[in-house]
T-cell receptor, first 115, second 113 residues
Framework: GAGVSQSPSNKVTEKGKDVELRCDPI?????LYWYRQSLGQGLEFLIY????????KSGLPSDRFSAERTGGSVSTLTIQRTQQEDSAVYLC?????????????FGPGTRLTVL | SQQGEEDPQALSIQEGENATMNCSYK?????LQWYRQNSGRGLVHLIL?????REKHSGRLRVTLDTSKKSSSLLITASRAADTASYFC?????????????FGKGTKLSVKP
């Protein structure tokens, strides 16, 4: 079956521009997560959606970052006024259950480069 | 904040040898997972071990968990060149945590043919 998909796979933008990154989770998965991975580093949690509940935004690094999940499915991560330190691979994951830490299924990521 | 710390940061072995990677974490957990990442892109789930388990096997993978030492190890037996990748341990935050995983920085494994 279809896995988690993300688009675009690569995005190059100029400092100060806004970008939108998209995630299509596995159909039926309740939970959706966004992580960020800087070069050579582990994954940094950004935000977590659980069904129709309010998202856990505790990992967002600044108010320039926001995310939404429409209809409990597709999610968009928006970065406003991008900075060079935003350059990273942005990974989305989904899992079947909410509120339970279980296997997460990752998309291929979006590599963001801010010039 | 970072929960897991993998050790070593990098490991280079010959094909056929075993590879052992270790992970230490800081707080109590419900489970610990190992993921593999090729070329800095999507992660693939390898194995999950729950806090009441001490050892788990999956094919050539063997994972141990010592909750008293807050550590885990991943053993890959009879390694192959295709095992070359970065390996991450990930934990939940324990208790009633909401589900996001906390990752270490990973071990970069290189298996030479």
């Amino acid at each position: 079956g279809a896995g988690v998909s993300q688009s675009p796979s690569n995005k190059v933008t100029e400092k100060g521009k806004d970008v939108e990154l998209r995630c299509d989770p596995i159909s039926g998965h309740t939970a959706l997560y966004w992580y960020r991975q800087s070069l050579g580093q582990g994954l940094e949690f950004l935000i977590y959606f659980q069904g129709n509940s309010a998202p856990d935004k505790s990992g967002l690094p600044s108010d320039r970052f926001s995310a939404e999940r429409t209809g409990g499915s597709v999610s968009t991560l928006t970065i406003q006024r991008t900075q060079q330190e935003d350059s990273a691979v942005y990974l989305c994951a989904s899992s079947p259950l909410a509120g339970v830490t279980d296997t997460q299924y990752f998309g291929p990521g979006t590599r963001l480069t801010v010039l | 904040s970072q929960q897991g710390e993998e050790d070593p940061q990098a490991l280079s072995i010959q094909e056929g040898e075993n590879a052992t990677m270790n992970c230490s974490y800081k707080t109590s957990i419900n489970n610990l997972q190992w993921y593999r990442q090729n070329s800095g892109r999507g992660l693939v789930h390898l194995i999950l071990i729950r806090s009441n388990e001490r050892e788990k096997h999956s094919g050539r993978l063997r994972v141990t968990l010592d909750t008293s030492k807050k550590s885990s190890s991943l053993l890959i037996t009879a390694s192959r060149a295709a095992d070359t990748a970065s390996y991450f341990c990930a934990t939940d935050a324990g208790g009633g945590s909401q589900g996001n995983l906390i990752f270490g920085k990973g071990t970069k494994l290189s298996v030479k043919p």
